[in-house]
């Protein structure tokens, strides 16, 4: 992970500090949840303790993760052989590779080779285009939803597991296994609706909602009943709309009227954004300029530029907080609130490796998107100093760029496989297009003896997701 003590980079655009604080929260993330802090272990097959239970479960599960283990090597030692066929004499040959290759699915992309200059021009042109293949099939798209079908006798708690293993968007339930209401039976028929649509119709089933607060991870709570019956009440009633993978809800209006300063005259609305678990963006922006509200007597109410619009998430759910003038008519609700939220989405993780650190010479990688360039690997006075040129073919946008260099992370390997971590980071060069970032070393020994390998997502995902709420009550 990174360093507390590394120096930050001087040329920092000081406008993309919001999108560079994401190194605090998920500079140990993939942008999937999955750790960069320590490299995916090996695990090697180990021998059954004599004298141990047959039935035992743990020994059990100790079996299926060897299996594990010796089933992904043997994936990945396959697809070694198969990516230097890509290669053959023969193109029937080079044909039947690409085809075994792209059979074992997303899963290959960790085996494929880096493109290197030493490759063929039509090795290069393969692996890219298997990689293609992969990265669309693997892609996240707002605007698609996960549809789940959750039909039986289920306790809200299995209901809960079963959406998990649907659609792969992970909960913590511990706060719930002894919740009386999340433990009874229930009679579900929950079927081609959207992940968030069944989280609420379960929920509502026991009593149930989403908690509308503004943290990093999805809450219940109990619903609350209106308890004045004399004056208008909203409280457990449902205005919530679903938008792809998007789970929208307005959770509060408030309304001010300054005596002595017209400037006070100002309404908050309060919407809370939240997205399916499994999709991890880096970076949440609305799109003020294309947002509109209109009140039940069509006035239009102007959104104040003092309303934040950017926000660097840390789990899968932001509150923004709408700032605009007090209606000067008889409105009694917001009859149409309607804009687009943007989304950047970090993809999947990729390493690269260079083991010649004793080559003068600059080395050049590329998976993905990713595109690496090792410049120099030399001493620098009591440490030594490794300088990449890094880039993606994307080519995002400055701030996007930014905050996708704090997401990656470098690291030694010495003979043994002991990993050793950078002792500190900086930028030495940027441009809009490029950034030269460059990690230092504290090892005994020559830096010959290690393998350097740089980890960062091999692609950033820009997404635009349009919605509009109705019939806001307004106070």
């Known amino acids: ?255 001010t009227i300054g005596f002595q300063n017209q400037a006070l005259n100002i309404s908050n609305l309060d919407l809370m954004f939240q997205w399916e678990p499994r999709i991890k963006p880096m970076f949440v922006g609305l799109d003020l300029p294309t947002h509109v509200i209109r009140t039940d007597d069509d006035e239009l109410l102007a959104i104040s530029k003092e309303t934040q619009s950017e926000f660097v998430p840390t789990g899968n759910q932001i509150v923004a907080s709408f700032r605009m003038r007090n209606p000067e008519n008889a409105g009694k609700q917001i009859a149409d609130l309607k804009g687009k939220l943007n989304m950047v989405i970090p993809g999947r993780l990729a390493s690269v490796e260079f083991s010649d650190l004793g080559n003068e010479e600059s080395q050049k990688l590329q998976t993905g998107d990713l595109q690496v360039e090792l410049e120099s690997a030399r001493k620098n006075r009591d440490v030594y100093e490794i300088r990449l040129g890094l880039s993606l073919k994307s080519q995002p946008s400055e701030e996007i760029l930014q905050g996708w260099v704090l997401l990656g992370n470098a690291f030694l390997v010495d003979s043994k496989g002991t990993r050793v971590e950078h002792a500190g980071w900086s930028t030495h060069r940027w441009n809009p297009k490029e950034v030269g970032v460059s990690f230092l070393f504290d090892i005994e020994g020559d830096l010959s003896d290690y393998r350097f390998v740089y980890r960062a997502p091999e692609s950033v995902v820009e997404q635009t997701i349009e919605y509009s709420l109705r019939n806001i009550p307004l106070p």
């Open 1 to 255: 992970m990174f360093k507390a003590y590394h120096w930050f980079p001087s040329v920092l655009n000081p406008r993309s500090l919001l999108v560079a604080s994401i190194a605090i929260a998920i500079a140990c993330s993939d942008g999937r949840g999955q750790d960069t802090s320590t490299p995916p272990e090996k695990v090697a097959s180990g021998q059954a303790a004599s004298g141990g239970t047959t039935g035992n479960s743990k020994d059990r599960a100790d079996e299926r993760a060897n299996d594990r283990a010796k089933g992904e090597e043997d994936i990945g030692k396959q697809v070694e052989q198969l990516a230097v066929q890509l290669d053959a004499d023969k193109e029937s040959e080079r044909d039947q590779a690409e085809e075994a290759i792209y059979q074992f699915g997303p899963q290959a992309l960790d085996y494929l080779p880096a493109i290197n200059e030493e490759m063929s021009a039509e090795q290069q042109m393969r692996i890219e285009r298997l990689r293609e293949k992969f990265k669309n099939e693997a892609a996240v798209f707002l605007q698609e939803p996960k549809l789940v079908k959750v039909v039986g006798r289920l306790s809200p708690l299995e209901a809960l597991e079963a959406l998990a293993k649907q659609t792969g968007n992970k909960l913590s339930l511990k706060p719930y296994l002894q919740v009386q209401e999340f433990q009874t039976p229930l009679e579900l028929e929950l079927q081609g609706v959207t992940y968030w649509e069944a989280i609420d119709e379960l929920l509502e089933l026991i009593g149930w909602r989403v908690s509308a607060h503004d943290g990093d991870q999805v809450r219940f709570v109990k619903r609350q009943e209106n308890q004045d019956s004399s004056q208008a009440s909203f409280v457990g009633q449902d205005f919530q709309v679903y938008v792809g993978a998007l789970r929208i809800e307005p959770i509060s209006v408030s309304r």
